[in-house]
Protein backbone atom coordinates (compact mmCIF):
# COMPACT_ATOMS: atom_id res chain seq x y z
CA UNK A 1 0.00 0.00 0.00
CA UNK A 2 1.20 3.47 -0.84
CA UNK A 3 1.77 5.43 1.97
CA UNK A 4 1.82 9.68 1.95
CA UNK A 5 2.69 11.80 5.57
CA UNK A 6 -0.01 14.15 4.07
CA UNK A 7 -2.37 13.15 1.86
CA UNK A 8 -4.82 15.79 0.00
CA UNK A 9 -7.84 14.82 -1.45
CA UNK A 10 -9.04 17.63 -4.03
CA UNK A 11 -6.56 18.87 -6.60
CA UNK A 12 -8.23 22.32 -6.79
CA UNK A 13 -7.97 25.51 -5.17
CA UNK A 14 -7.51 24.61 -1.57
CA UNK A 15 -5.69 21.62 -2.08
CA UNK A 16 -3.11 22.50 -4.44
CA UNK A 17 -2.32 25.51 -1.97
CA UNK A 18 -2.12 23.43 0.79
CA UNK A 19 0.16 21.57 -0.75
CA UNK A 20 2.79 24.57 -1.87
CA UNK A 21 1.95 25.85 1.72
CA UNK A 22 3.41 23.20 3.43
CA UNK A 23 6.56 22.89 1.34
CA UNK A 24 6.95 26.76 2.06
CA UNK A 25 6.84 26.16 5.68
CA UNK A 26 9.28 23.51 5.09
CA UNK A 27 7.34 20.62 5.73
CA UNK A 28 9.77 17.60 4.39
CA UNK A 29 7.07 14.85 4.78
CA UNK A 30 6.17 13.17 1.60
CA UNK A 31 2.88 14.79 0.00
CA UNK A 32 0.17 13.79 -2.09
CA UNK A 33 -2.04 15.07 -4.09
CA UNK A 34 -5.72 12.72 -5.33
CA UNK A 35 -7.51 14.25 -8.03
CA UNK A 36 -10.60 13.07 -9.52
CA UNK A 37 -10.03 15.75 -12.77
CA UNK A 38 -7.22 14.90 -15.28
CA UNK A 39 -5.92 17.85 -15.37
CA UNK A 40 -3.09 19.49 -13.04
CA UNK A 41 -5.09 22.00 -10.53
CA UNK A 42 -6.41 25.00 -12.32
CA UNK A 43 -8.00 28.30 -11.65
CA UNK A 44 -11.53 27.78 -11.83
CA UNK A 45 -13.09 31.43 -11.93
CA UNK A 46 -11.69 31.89 -15.54
CA UNK A 47 -14.65 29.33 -16.45
CA UNK A 48 -17.38 31.36 -16.72
CA UNK A 49 -14.82 34.70 -17.61
CA UNK A 50 -11.68 34.39 -19.76
CA UNK A 51 -11.82 30.76 -20.33
CA UNK A 52 -15.45 30.62 -21.49
CA UNK A 53 -15.27 33.60 -23.87
CA UNK A 54 -11.82 31.88 -25.00
CA UNK A 55 -9.41 34.81 -24.12
CA UNK A 56 -7.33 32.89 -22.31
CA UNK A 57 -6.09 29.42 -22.80
CA UNK A 58 -6.21 26.95 -20.80
CA UNK A 59 -1.94 26.55 -19.82
CA UNK A 60 -2.53 30.22 -18.49
CA UNK A 61 -5.27 29.59 -16.12
CA UNK A 62 -3.20 26.39 -14.23
CA UNK A 63 -2.12 27.02 -10.90
CA UNK A 64 1.69 26.48 -10.93
CA UNK A 65 3.45 25.21 -13.99
CA UNK A 66 3.63 21.59 -13.97
CA UNK A 67 7.64 21.67 -13.14
CA UNK A 68 6.38 23.28 -9.91
CA UNK A 69 4.95 19.95 -8.78
CA UNK A 70 7.81 17.73 -9.30
CA UNK A 71 10.20 20.54 -8.41
CA UNK A 72 8.42 20.15 -4.57
CA UNK A 73 8.40 17.00 -4.82
CA UNK A 74 4.65 17.02 -4.54
CA UNK A 75 3.20 13.89 -6.05
CA UNK A 76 0.15 13.56 -8.66
CA UNK A 77 -2.45 11.27 -8.74
CA UNK A 78 -4.75 12.40 -11.15
CA UNK A 79 -7.93 11.12 -12.83
CA UNK A 80 -8.96 9.16 -9.46
CA UNK A 81 -11.11 9.78 -7.18
CA UNK A 82 -11.46 9.04 -3.05
CA UNK A 83 -14.72 6.16 -2.79
CA UNK A 84 -13.95 5.90 1.24
CA UNK A 85 -12.13 6.77 4.10
CA UNK A 86 -11.02 4.44 7.11
CA UNK A 87 -10.29 6.66 9.84
CA UNK A 88 -8.84 3.93 12.13
CA UNK A 89 -6.99 2.83 9.64
CA UNK A 90 -5.45 6.13 8.44
CA UNK A 91 -6.06 4.78 4.65
CA UNK A 92 -8.35 5.79 2.01
CA UNK A 93 -10.12 3.68 -0.78
CA UNK A 94 -10.04 4.46 -4.46
CA UNK A 95 -12.65 4.12 -6.97
CA UNK A 96 -10.55 1.96 -8.63
CA UNK A 97 -9.84 -0.39 -5.33
CA UNK A 98 -6.58 0.80 -4.05
CA UNK A 99 -5.64 1.58 -0.99
CA UNK A 100 -3.54 4.18 -0.11
CA UNK A 101 -2.07 5.53 3.57
CA UNK A 102 -2.38 8.43 5.42
CA UNK A 103 -0.54 10.20 8.09
CA UNK A 104 -2.60 13.60 8.11
CA UNK A 105 -5.70 13.27 5.29
CA UNK A 106 -6.09 16.94 3.78
CA UNK A 107 -10.19 17.03 2.34
CA UNK A 108 -10.09 19.60 -0.20
CA UNK A 109 -13.22 18.30 -2.59
CA UNK A 110 -15.15 21.21 -3.26
CA UNK A 111 -18.24 20.35 -4.78
CA UNK A 112 -20.44 18.97 -7.47
CA UNK A 113 -22.95 21.33 -9.13
CA UNK A 114 -26.51 20.78 -7.82
CA UNK A 115 -28.64 19.17 -10.68
CA UNK A 116 -31.87 19.91 -12.04
CA UNK A 117 -34.62 17.20 -10.95
CA UNK A 118 -37.34 17.87 -13.30
CA UNK A 119 -37.72 16.25 -16.68
CA UNK A 120 -34.92 16.89 -18.68
CA UNK A 121 -32.66 17.68 -16.53
CA UNK A 122 -30.12 15.48 -18.46
CA UNK A 123 -30.54 16.22 -21.94
CA UNK A 124 -27.41 17.18 -23.82
CA UNK A 125 -26.82 20.96 -24.21
CA UNK A 126 -27.89 21.21 -20.85
CA UNK A 127 -24.44 22.03 -19.18
CA UNK A 128 -23.20 22.66 -16.07
CA UNK A 129 -20.08 25.09 -15.37
CA UNK A 130 -17.48 23.81 -12.48
CA UNK A 131 -14.86 22.20 -14.65
CA UNK A 132 -12.42 22.71 -17.25
CA UNK A 133 -14.15 19.24 -19.18
CA UNK A 134 -17.65 21.39 -18.53
CA UNK A 135 -16.65 24.23 -20.01
CA UNK A 136 -15.10 22.61 -23.37
CA UNK A 137 -17.97 20.83 -23.58
CA UNK A 138 -20.15 23.73 -23.72
CA UNK A 139 -17.34 25.65 -25.83
CA UNK A 140 -17.64 22.97 -28.57
CA UNK A 141 -21.40 23.18 -29.11
CA UNK A 142 -20.84 27.68 -29.35
CA UNK A 143 -21.25 27.50 -32.76
CA UNK A 144 -24.60 26.01 -32.90
CA UNK A 145 -26.09 28.13 -30.66
CA UNK A 146 -27.47 30.86 -30.75
CA UNK A 147 -30.12 31.18 -28.17
CA UNK A 148 -28.87 30.03 -24.43
CA UNK A 149 -31.16 29.49 -21.35
CA UNK A 150 -28.87 30.13 -17.93
CA UNK A 151 -30.94 28.64 -15.02
CA UNK A 152 -30.00 30.86 -11.81
CA UNK A 153 -29.08 34.18 -11.37
CA UNK A 154 -25.84 33.59 -9.40
CA UNK A 155 -22.51 34.92 -10.07
CA UNK A 156 -21.63 31.94 -12.41
CA UNK A 157 -25.32 32.13 -14.08
CA UNK A 158 -24.70 35.72 -14.51
CA UNK A 159 -20.76 35.50 -15.55
CA UNK A 160 -21.43 33.21 -18.46
CA UNK A 161 -24.66 35.52 -19.32
CA UNK A 162 -22.21 38.54 -19.91
CA UNK A 163 -19.33 36.48 -21.73
CA UNK A 164 -22.11 34.82 -24.41
CA UNK A 165 -23.72 37.93 -25.00
CA UNK A 166 -20.82 39.20 -25.64
CA UNK A 167 -19.98 36.65 -27.39
CA UNK A 168 -23.24 37.46 -29.79
CA UNK A 169 -25.71 35.24 -28.69
CA UNK A 170 -29.19 35.56 -26.79
CA UNK A 171 -29.38 35.27 -23.26
CA UNK A 172 -32.03 34.63 -20.94
CA UNK A 173 -31.59 34.50 -17.12
CA UNK A 174 -34.30 32.52 -15.51
CA UNK A 175 -34.28 33.57 -11.68
CA UNK A 176 -36.38 31.49 -8.86
CA UNK A 177 -35.93 34.45 -6.65
CA UNK A 178 -37.28 38.16 -7.00
CA UNK A 179 -33.86 39.47 -7.75
CA UNK A 180 -30.51 38.16 -8.80
CA UNK A 181 -27.74 37.68 -6.50
CA UNK A 182 -30.35 37.58 -3.37
CA UNK A 183 -28.14 34.82 -1.47
CA UNK A 184 -25.23 36.76 -1.71
CA UNK A 185 -25.64 40.32 -1.73
CA UNK A 186 -27.96 42.91 -0.40
CA UNK A 187 -31.03 44.92 -3.06
CA UNK A 188 -29.31 47.55 -4.14
CA UNK A 189 -26.28 45.60 -5.95
CA UNK A 190 -28.99 43.11 -7.05
CA UNK A 191 -31.08 46.01 -8.91
CA UNK A 192 -27.95 47.36 -10.64
CA UNK A 193 -26.34 44.06 -12.46
CA UNK A 194 -30.19 43.51 -13.22
CA UNK A 195 -29.93 46.82 -15.07
CA UNK A 196 -26.79 46.24 -16.20
CA UNK A 197 -27.70 42.70 -18.02
CA UNK A 198 -31.28 44.05 -19.10
CA UNK A 199 -29.18 47.11 -21.09
CA UNK A 200 -26.90 44.56 -22.58
CA UNK A 201 -30.07 42.62 -24.58
CA UNK A 202 -29.88 39.96 -21.44
CA UNK A 203 -33.79 38.52 -21.60
CA UNK A 204 -33.44 38.42 -17.49
CA UNK A 205 -36.49 36.75 -15.77
CA UNK A 206 -37.23 36.85 -11.81
CA UNK A 207 -39.43 34.61 -10.43
CA UNK A 208 -39.24 32.30 -12.71
CA UNK A 209 -39.98 28.71 -12.01
CA UNK A 210 -38.37 25.97 -13.79
CA UNK A 211 -41.16 23.14 -14.67
CA UNK A 212 -39.05 21.38 -17.43
CA UNK A 213 -36.49 20.94 -19.98
CA UNK A 214 -37.63 20.15 -23.35
CA UNK A 215 -36.07 18.39 -25.70
CA UNK A 216 -35.89 18.06 -29.42
CA UNK A 217 -33.87 14.71 -30.80
CA UNK A 218 -32.38 14.55 -27.18
CA UNK A 219 -31.19 17.75 -27.01
CA UNK A 220 -32.91 20.52 -24.63
CA UNK A 221 -34.93 22.85 -27.07
CA UNK A 222 -36.49 25.21 -24.09
CA UNK A 223 -37.72 25.62 -21.05
CA UNK A 224 -40.72 25.70 -19.57
CA UNK A 225 -41.99 27.91 -16.84
CA UNK A 226 -44.17 27.16 -14.17
CA UNK A 227 -46.90 29.70 -16.00
CA UNK A 228 -46.15 27.84 -19.26
CA UNK A 229 -44.34 29.77 -21.46
CA UNK A 230 -41.56 27.69 -22.94
CA UNK A 231 -38.34 30.04 -23.80
CA UNK A 232 -36.83 28.53 -26.81
CA UNK A 233 -33.40 28.04 -26.89
CA UNK A 234 -30.47 25.75 -27.90
CA UNK A 235 -28.56 25.04 -25.08
CA UNK A 236 -29.01 26.00 -20.89
CA UNK A 237 -26.46 26.46 -18.56
CA UNK A 238 -27.90 25.62 -15.27
CA UNK A 239 -26.07 27.68 -12.36
CA UNK A 240 -28.10 26.68 -9.17
CA UNK A 241 -25.34 26.47 -6.71
CA UNK A 242 -23.48 23.39 -5.84
CA UNK A 243 -23.40 20.49 -3.09
CA UNK A 244 -20.39 20.21 -1.15
CA UNK A 245 -18.39 16.76 -2.13
CA UNK A 246 -18.15 15.59 1.31
CA UNK A 247 -19.58 11.68 1.32
CA UNK A 248 -16.85 9.61 1.82
CA UNK A 249 -15.87 11.68 4.60
CA UNK A 250 -19.58 11.85 6.57
CA UNK A 251 -20.01 8.07 5.75
CA UNK A 252 -17.05 7.47 8.11
CA UNK A 253 -17.79 9.37 10.90
CA UNK A 254 -17.37 12.75 10.39
CA UNK A 255 -19.74 15.31 11.94
CA UNK A 256 -21.28 17.47 9.62
CA UNK A 257 -24.41 18.16 7.35
CA UNK A 258 -23.88 20.92 4.74
CA UNK A 259 -20.50 19.95 4.18
CA UNK A 260 -18.05 18.61 6.91
CA UNK A 261 -18.07 20.62 10.26
CA UNK A 262 -14.60 21.92 11.44
CA UNK A 263 -13.00 23.66 14.13
CA UNK A 264 -11.23 26.83 13.63
CA UNK A 265 -8.18 25.46 12.78
CA UNK A 266 -9.76 23.09 9.91
CA UNK A 267 -9.60 20.16 12.04
CA UNK A 268 -13.00 17.37 11.26
CA UNK A 269 -14.11 15.66 13.96
CA UNK A 270 -11.70 12.27 12.76
CA UNK A 271 -8.45 12.10 13.71
CA UNK A 272 -5.57 13.82 11.59
CA UNK A 273 -8.34 14.75 9.10
CA UNK A 274 -8.54 18.37 8.62
CA UNK A 275 -10.76 20.08 5.55
CA UNK A 276 -10.50 22.85 3.77
CA UNK A 277 -12.29 25.07 1.22
CA UNK A 278 -15.82 25.00 -0.67
CA UNK A 279 -16.76 21.91 1.53
CA UNK A 280 -15.72 22.75 4.76
CA UNK A 281 -18.18 24.31 7.52
CA UNK A 282 -15.90 26.46 10.09
CA UNK A 283 -16.65 29.01 12.54
CA UNK A 284 -16.48 32.17 10.89
CA UNK A 285 -15.47 35.04 12.91
CA UNK A 286 -16.96 37.67 10.08
CA UNK A 287 -20.52 35.46 10.73
CA UNK A 288 -20.17 35.79 14.75
CA UNK A 289 -18.76 32.67 14.77
CA UNK A 290 -21.48 30.91 12.71
CA UNK A 291 -20.27 28.15 11.19
CA UNK A 292 -20.09 28.36 7.39
CA UNK A 293 -18.86 27.17 4.06
CA UNK A 294 -17.68 29.78 1.88
CA UNK A 295 -17.48 29.64 -1.32
CA UNK A 296 -14.14 31.80 -2.76
CA UNK A 297 -10.92 31.32 -3.55
CA UNK A 298 -9.59 33.61 -1.22
CA UNK A 299 -11.52 31.35 1.48
CA UNK A 300 -9.89 28.16 0.03
CA UNK A 301 -6.28 29.58 -0.20
CA UNK A 302 -6.40 31.09 3.36
CA UNK A 303 -7.85 27.68 5.11
CA UNK A 304 -5.13 25.93 3.39
CA UNK A 305 -2.95 28.05 5.33
CA UNK A 306 -4.74 27.33 8.65
CA UNK A 307 -4.13 23.76 7.44
CA UNK A 308 -0.38 24.06 6.92
CA UNK A 309 0.39 26.02 9.98
CA UNK A 310 -1.76 23.43 12.02
CA UNK A 311 0.16 20.21 10.23
CA UNK A 312 3.77 21.47 10.61
CA UNK A 313 3.17 22.58 14.49
CA UNK A 314 2.28 25.78 14.24
CA UNK A 315 -1.26 26.68 14.54
CA UNK A 316 -3.27 29.94 14.38
CA UNK A 317 -6.92 29.61 14.14
CA UNK A 318 -8.63 31.01 11.20
CA UNK A 319 -9.06 34.54 11.21
CA UNK A 320 -9.13 35.63 7.13
CA UNK A 321 -11.43 38.29 6.11
CA UNK A 322 -13.14 37.54 3.33
CA UNK A 323 -12.72 38.43 -0.35
CA UNK A 324 -14.80 37.81 -3.51
CA UNK A 325 -14.64 38.84 -6.90
CA UNK A 326 -16.81 38.69 -10.21
CA UNK A 327 -16.18 40.05 -13.62
CA UNK A 328 -19.43 41.15 -15.56
CA UNK A 329 -18.92 43.13 -19.07
CA UNK A 330 -16.61 45.88 -17.74
CA UNK A 331 -17.79 45.56 -14.30
CA UNK A 332 -15.19 44.86 -11.74
CA UNK A 333 -17.41 43.81 -8.17
CA UNK A 334 -14.66 43.34 -5.24
CA UNK A 335 -16.23 42.05 -2.17
CA UNK A 336 -14.59 42.48 1.52
CA UNK A 337 -16.67 41.05 4.37
CA UNK A 338 -19.58 38.48 4.75
CA UNK A 339 -22.67 40.32 4.11
CA UNK A 340 -25.68 37.83 5.19
CA UNK A 341 -26.43 39.57 8.65
CA UNK A 342 -26.63 43.30 7.67
CA UNK A 343 -30.01 45.25 8.38
CA UNK A 344 -28.64 48.19 6.80
CA UNK A 345 -26.90 49.39 3.48
CA UNK A 346 -24.95 53.07 2.41
CA UNK A 347 -24.83 53.73 -0.81
CA UNK A 348 -21.41 55.50 -1.55
CA UNK A 349 -20.58 57.17 -5.19
CA UNK A 350 -22.90 56.68 -8.00
CA UNK A 351 -24.42 54.14 -9.43
CA UNK A 352 -25.55 55.67 -12.44
CA UNK A 353 -21.50 56.61 -13.11
CA UNK A 354 -21.13 52.75 -12.38
CA UNK A 355 -18.51 53.00 -9.60
CA UNK A 356 -19.81 52.80 -6.66
CA UNK A 357 -19.80 50.55 -3.21
CA UNK A 358 -22.56 49.11 -0.98
CA UNK A 359 -21.76 49.31 2.48
CA UNK A 360 -23.37 46.92 4.91
CA UNK A 361 -23.91 47.66 8.34
CA UNK A 362 -25.12 45.73 11.35
CA UNK A 363 -26.11 47.49 14.37
CA UNK A 364 -23.78 50.47 13.12
CA UNK A 365 -20.70 48.65 12.23
CA UNK A 366 -19.32 48.32 8.71
CA UNK A 367 -19.16 44.30 7.93
CA UNK A 368 -18.89 44.31 4.42
CA UNK A 369 -18.43 46.36 1.23
CA UNK A 370 -19.87 45.03 -2.58
CA UNK A 371 -17.47 47.43 -4.34
CA UNK A 372 -18.01 48.26 -8.31
CA UNK A 373 -15.29 49.40 -10.01
CA UNK A 374 -14.57 51.00 -7.17
CA UNK A 375 -10.87 49.26 -5.94
CA UNK A 376 -10.21 52.42 -3.64
CA UNK A 377 -12.82 51.56 -1.24
CA UNK A 378 -12.06 48.18 -1.56
CA UNK A 379 -8.44 48.10 -0.40
CA UNK A 380 -9.50 50.87 1.88
CA UNK A 381 -12.93 49.64 3.25
CA UNK A 382 -11.27 46.43 4.39
CA UNK A 383 -9.70 48.08 7.50
CA UNK A 384 -13.35 48.96 8.60
CA UNK A 385 -14.84 45.45 7.93
CA UNK A 386 -11.68 44.28 10.03
CA UNK A 387 -12.75 46.76 12.98
CA UNK A 388 -15.88 46.90 12.81
CA UNK A 389 -16.01 50.38 12.77
CA UNK A 390 -19.03 52.01 13.78
CA UNK A 391 -19.36 55.46 11.88
CA UNK A 392 -21.77 57.45 10.64
CA UNK A 393 -23.89 56.67 7.24
CA UNK A 394 -23.75 60.06 6.20
CA UNK A 395 -20.12 60.01 6.40
CA UNK A 396 -19.85 56.69 4.61
CA UNK A 397 -21.79 57.74 1.94
CA UNK A 398 -19.45 60.85 1.56
CA UNK A 399 -17.04 60.54 -1.29
CA UNK A 400 -15.34 63.75 -0.48
CA UNK A 401 -13.50 61.38 2.14
CA UNK A 402 -11.79 58.60 1.34
CA UNK A 403 -12.49 55.57 3.55
CA UNK A 404 -9.26 55.71 5.02
CA UNK A 405 -9.82 58.59 6.34
CA UNK A 406 -12.69 57.33 8.12
CA UNK A 407 -10.55 54.46 9.42
CA UNK A 408 -8.22 56.18 11.04
CA UNK A 409 -10.88 59.02 12.49
CA UNK A 410 -13.01 55.74 13.36
CA UNK A 411 -9.69 54.21 15.34
C1 LIG B 1 -17.32 28.97 -12.81
C2 LIG B 1 -16.82 29.42 -11.47
C3 LIG B 1 -16.46 30.74 -11.27
C4 LIG B 1 -16.00 31.15 -10.02
N1 LIG B 1 -15.63 32.46 -9.86
C5 LIG B 1 -15.09 32.86 -8.70
C6 LIG B 1 -14.62 34.18 -8.53
O1 LIG B 1 -14.70 35.00 -9.43
N2 LIG B 1 -14.04 34.51 -7.35
C7 LIG B 1 -13.92 33.62 -6.32
O2 LIG B 1 -13.38 33.96 -5.26
N3 LIG B 1 -14.39 32.36 -6.44
C8 LIG B 1 -14.97 31.96 -7.60
N4 LIG B 1 -15.43 30.69 -7.74
C9 LIG B 1 -15.40 29.79 -6.58
C10 LIG B 1 -14.04 29.15 -6.44
O3 LIG B 1 -13.59 28.65 -7.66
C11 LIG B 1 -14.14 28.04 -5.40
O4 LIG B 1 -14.52 28.63 -4.19
C12 LIG B 1 -12.82 27.29 -5.28
O5 LIG B 1 -12.54 26.61 -6.46
C13 LIG B 1 -12.88 26.33 -4.10
O6 LIG B 1 -11.73 25.57 -4.06
P1 LIG B 1 -11.77 24.09 -3.51
O7 LIG B 1 -10.38 23.56 -3.63
O8 LIG B 1 -12.47 24.04 -2.22
O9 LIG B 1 -12.70 23.29 -4.52
P2 LIG B 1 -12.44 22.98 -6.11
O10 LIG B 1 -11.62 24.05 -6.67
O11 LIG B 1 -13.77 22.66 -6.61
O12 LIG B 1 -11.55 21.66 -6.03
C14 LIG B 1 -12.01 20.44 -5.56
C15 LIG B 1 -11.42 19.32 -6.38
O13 LIG B 1 -11.64 18.08 -5.71
C16 LIG B 1 -12.06 17.10 -6.65
N5 LIG B 1 -12.77 16.03 -5.95
C17 LIG B 1 -14.04 16.06 -5.46
N6 LIG B 1 -14.33 14.88 -4.84
C18 LIG B 1 -13.22 14.11 -4.95
C19 LIG B 1 -12.91 12.78 -4.53
N7 LIG B 1 -13.77 12.02 -3.84
N8 LIG B 1 -11.69 12.29 -4.84
C20 LIG B 1 -10.78 13.05 -5.52
N9 LIG B 1 -11.03 14.29 -5.93
C21 LIG B 1 -12.23 14.83 -5.66
C22 LIG B 1 -12.95 17.95 -7.57
O14 LIG B 1 -13.20 17.31 -8.80
C23 LIG B 1 -12.08 19.18 -7.75
O15 LIG B 1 -11.11 18.99 -8.73
C24 LIG B 1 -15.90 30.23 -8.96
C25 LIG B 1 -16.28 28.90 -9.16
C26 LIG B 1 -16.74 28.49 -10.39
C27 LIG B 1 -17.13 27.06 -10.61
Request: charged share 20%; net charge negative.
Amino acid sequence: MDEYDVLIVGGGHAGAQAAAVLRQNGFAGSIAIIGDEPELPYERPPLSKDYLSGSKSFERILIRPARFWSDKDIAMLLGRSVAAVDPAGHRVETADGAMIGYGVLIWATGGVPRRLTCTGHDLARVHPIRTRADVDRLRGELDGIARVAVIGGGYIGLEAAAVLTGLGRHVTVLEALPRVLARVAGEPLSRFYEVEHRDRGVDLRLGATVMCIEERNGEASGVRLADGEVIACDAVIVGIGIIPAVEPLLAAGAAGTNGVDVDAYCRTSLPDVFAIGDCAACPNPFAAGTRLRVESVANANDQAVTVARAVVGAPQPFDAVPWFWSNQYDLKLQTVGLSGLHDATVIRGQMAARSFSVIYLQEGRVIALDCVNATRDYVQGRALVIAGAVLPPDRLADTSASLKELASSAA
